[in-house]
């Protein structure tokens, strides 16, 4: 059979497609290998399993631990790999990528589908080549195959020979292999340098800005001002006097900077928590792990550990990044441990019931790679994930990366995207940041710094963007005194109770705030000791951008007297029958009851005026009566709940229209004795 070797002409930004012809697959099983190299202990480096997927290292040249490489480099022998396909399929290409002194390629084999050799390209005098890319086309797609083989001889072709990827095409026109890219880069993105107030001619990395986007805090090296000496890192912060100035930097200070190295990778989105790098122990000392510091009114607090289960099981204790969800409940750690495919991978681990974390589970590989994975970033929406990496193709050593969450589990990713040229350089870039407006990002490079890495920001576009969300913040209030309560703030979804944002409001030192993603509707249900729980509606449903929502929660005392309106207990029009919605504060009414035995209510019911008198009369005389059998079904003494029906003749609010007359249709309940 004639073979025929194509020359590389082009990168193409869509990597598994050929013009709008048939796509590239690539090999998904190593079906055998004469021999594979090996890289960090206990890692999937050079092994021969790194030929499968597409293309790691290309359109980049050089060596690489997420390629195939034979165990003796200088081989005079011959050295071979085979493999599967998902399926079979017509070929009228093969592509093989060699990422590092392509040229070493002697033979390939297809197997058909009764296992029949069919050798497509015999070189028996390999030579140097300077395209990376070997395509072999046939005269025809007539050949049905499912396995090939790719035999290379090291030892005519001076250095190190890999194979990045095999793939075949029923089409014709030549493969062309390219970075994956965000769609529609723009081409005039600039990163602006937050200038000397904030970067210095030392060395600031890993920029963590509050959600509100008003806070940075960073990490700094090589500063006169740092703790203990300029050679260790220490934290620093920036607050942002204007729309495009951030005013000086100042030292964190004590007790989380200390003489040792100190970092910060995250913030809650209150601003409230600090979550840092390392272990403070008591006697001053740093070890290997996670804290987290909570801000009080005399500064932030010594850091505790965050316990996470099994964490000691890695194979280095060197650097280590993580980033907290939203929620405070997830966390994702670039780390390398026994199951990393090369050097650090990025795990994910969960809050538990006792407040420690679940042991780190591997995020899969469609983020990692056998090569490097770092700096994540979870975005506000908790879905959008940004990390550094060297394993997927790139512009330098290290680019940033963004990828979507497809589910629940956290292991189940888009394709990671390159974020472009404009954003990565040829050196190492990450540590992306973003506030909840999504409109800027903050990250380290060293390209134009001052000195050594600096702070950048830029201008995010539409494809990068983590989806819209919005920030709810304000103060829980007694309803009397309109004095602050501290309390407890959870939002839950309408519909199904599911729980999405828990925060604690400190009556002392500021504000509750949670971010919660748009285009669903929530209530908002505060919390407090000696208080009834209140509940607050807030739609967001048809919201499509970012919102900054203040909206004040205001709770009742529990004592004789007290009269509250039970603004989730509901019925269906003009009837009696509850709706599921209502139970949840019917069920808070009845935990209230039970922590006070001695307590005895009142029920009144309401309607609006629509309809008879007598019957309103009669519906409100029902429906009290049926939230009076759901308390008692639950284990509340009959004669601990009085009621009483008012029909139309107590209204709050005007009837002339349907939102005013909602407000009419009421139950309320009043504390008689406690």
């Known amino acids: 059979m004639r073979m025929f070797l194509l020359l590389l002409g082009a990168w193409l930004v869509k990597a598994d497609l050929i013009g709008q012809a048939q796509p590239v697959h690539w090999a998904s099983q190593v079906v055998g290998f004469s021999s594979e190299g090996k890289g960090e202990p206990f890692s999937q480096q050079y092994r021969a399993t790194q030929v499968l997927g597409r293309p790691n290292k290309l359109p980049n040249l050089g060596e690489s631990p997420c390629a195939w490489s034979p165990a003796n480099p200088?081989?005079?022998?011959?050295?071979?790999?085979?493999?599967?396909?998902?399926?079979?399929?017509?070929i009228r290409q093969v592509v093989v990528a060699e990422n590092v002194n392509p040229g070493s390629i002697t033979q390939v084999v297809v197997y058909d589908r009764n296992g029949r050799e069919h050798t497509i390209y015999q070189n028996a005098n390999p030579a140097p080549r300077s395209e990376p890319l070997l395509r072999i086309i046939l005269p025809d797609s007539s050949l049905i195959g499912q396995e090939i083989r790719v035999t290379i001889n090291p030892g005519r072709i001076k250095g190190p020979n890999q194979i990045d990827g095999i793939g075949v095409t029923s089409a014709a026109q030549p493969v062309e292999v390219a970075i994956p890219l965000t769609k529609n880069l723009p081409k005039d993105l600039k990163k602006e340098n937050l200038g000397k107030t904030v970067n210095s001619a030392g060395e600031e990395v890993a920029p963590v800005i509050t959600p509100?986007?008003?806070?940075?805090?960073?990490?700094?090296?090589?500063?006169p001002k740092n703790i203990g000496s300029a050679e260790f890192q220490d934290i620093w912060s920036s607050r942002l006097v204007s729309k495009e100035e951030w005013g000086e930097a100042v030292n964190i200070g004590?007790?989380?900077?200390?003489?040792?190295?100190?970092?910060?990778?995250?913030?809650?989105?209150?601003?409230?928590?600090?979550?840092?790098?390392?272990?403070?122990?008591?006697?001053?000392?740093?070890?290997?792990?996670?804290?987290?510091?909570?801000?009080?009114?005399?500064?932030?607090?010594?850091?505790?550990?965050?316990?996470?289960?099994?964490?000691?099981?890695i194979h280095k204790r060197g650097n280590m990044e993580f980033t907290v969800a939203p929620n405070g409940r997830v966390m994702v750690i670039a780390v390398q441990r026994k199951d990393s495919y090369g050097d650090k991978d990025l795990y994910v681990t969960f809050l538990l019931p006792d407040q420690t974390w679940s042991e780190p589970k591997h995020m899969g590989p469609v983020l990692n790679t056998a090569d490097?994975?770092?700096?994540?970033?979870?975005?506000?929406?908790?879905?959008?994930?940004?990390?550094?990496?060297?394993?997927?193709?790139?512009?330098?050593d290290g680019d940033i990366f963004v990828s979507r969450r497809l589910d629940s589990t956290w292991t189940d990713w888009s394709s990671p995207e390159n974020l472009g040229p404009l954003i990565n350089t040829t050196e190492w870039d990450g540590y992306f940041t973003i506030p909840a407006s999504g409109d800027?990002?903050?990250?380290?490079?060293?390209?134009?710094?001052?000195?050594?890495?600096?702070?950048?920001?830029?201008?995010?576009?539409?494809?990068?963007?983590?989806?819209?969300?919005?920030i709810v913040s304000g103060q829980v209030l007694d309803a009397q005194t309109q004095k602050p309560v501290s309390a407890e703030v959870i939002a839950t979804l309408v519909g199904n109770n599911t729980e999405i944002a828990r925060v604690d409001f400190d009556a002392e030192t500021g504000e509750y705030k949670m971010i919660l993603p748009v285009q669903k509707a929530y209530q908002?249900?505060?919390?407090?000791e000696g208080y009834f729980p209140t509940r607050e509606a807030i739609?967001?449903?048809?919201?499509?951008?970012?919102?900054?929502?203040?909206?004040?929660?205001?709770?009742?005392?529990?004592?004789?007297?007290?009269?509250?309106?039970?603004?989730?207990?509901?019925?269906?029009?003009?009837?009696?029958?509850?709706?599921?919605?209502?139970?949840?504060?019917?069920?808070?009414?009845?935990?209230?009851?039970?922590?006070?035995?001695?307590?005895?209510?009142?029920?009144?019911?309401?309607?609006?005026?629509?309809?008879?008198?007598?019957?309103?009369?009669?519906?409100?005389?029902?429906?009290?009566?049926?939230?009076?059998?759901?308390?008692?079904?639950?284990?509340?003494?009959?004669?601990?709940?009085?009621?009483?029906?008012?029909?139309?003749?107590?209204?709050?609010?005007?009837?002339?229209?349907?939102?005013?007359?909602?407000?009419?249709?009421?139950?309320?309940?009043?504390i008689l004795k406690m």
């Open 74 to 90: 200088e081989n005079l022998s011959d050295e071979w790999v085979r493999v599967r396909f998902a399926k079979a399929v017509p």
């Open 212 to 223: 509100d986007g008003r806070t940075l805090y960073f990490t700094r090296r090589y500063h």
């Open 254 to 313: 004590p007790p989380i900077n200390t003489p040792d190295h100190n970092a910060i990778s995250g913030i809650s989105p209150d601003g409230r928590s600090m979550y840092l790098t390392n272990i403070y122990k008591p006697d001053g000392s740093l070890a290997f792990g996670i804290s987290r510091s909570i801000k009080t009114r005399n500064g932030w607090s010594t850091p505790l550990e965050c316990k996470i289960k099994n964490h000691y099981n």
């Open 372 to 396: 490097y994975e770092g700096t994540p970033f979870i975005a506000s929406d908790a879905k959008t994930l940004y990390f550094s990496s060297s394993g997927h193709p790139e512009y330098g």
């Open 440 to 470: 800027f990002a903050y990250l380290s490079s060293k390209q134009n710094s001052l000195g050594n890495n600096d702070l950048f920001r830029l201008k995010l576009y539409p494809e990068i963007m983590p989806e819209p969300v919005a």
């Open 524 to 528: 908002l249900n505060a919390q407090a």
């Open 539 to 670: 739609d967001l449903s048809r919201e499509k951008r970012f919102r900054d929502i203040r909206r004040n929660l205001y709770v009742s005392r529990v004592k004789s007297g007290q009269k509250m309106i039970l603004k989730e207990v509901l019925f269906e029009q003009s009837k009696y029958e509850l709706l599921t919605s209502s139970y949840a504060e019917l069920d808070r009414l009845v935990e209230l009851m039970k922590e006070n035995p001695d307590m005895e209510v009142l029920v009144e019911g309401h309607t609006d005026n629509q309809g008879e008198w007598d019957l309103n009369m009669k519906l409100a005389e029902d429906r009290v009566r049926v939230v009076k059998a759901y308390l008692t079904d639950k284990g509340i003494a009959e004669k601990r709940v009085q009621t009483k029906a008012w029909g139309p003749s107590k209204p709050i609010a005007s009837n002339q229209n349907e939102e005013k007359r909602k407000l009419n249709r009421r139950v309320e309940f009043t």
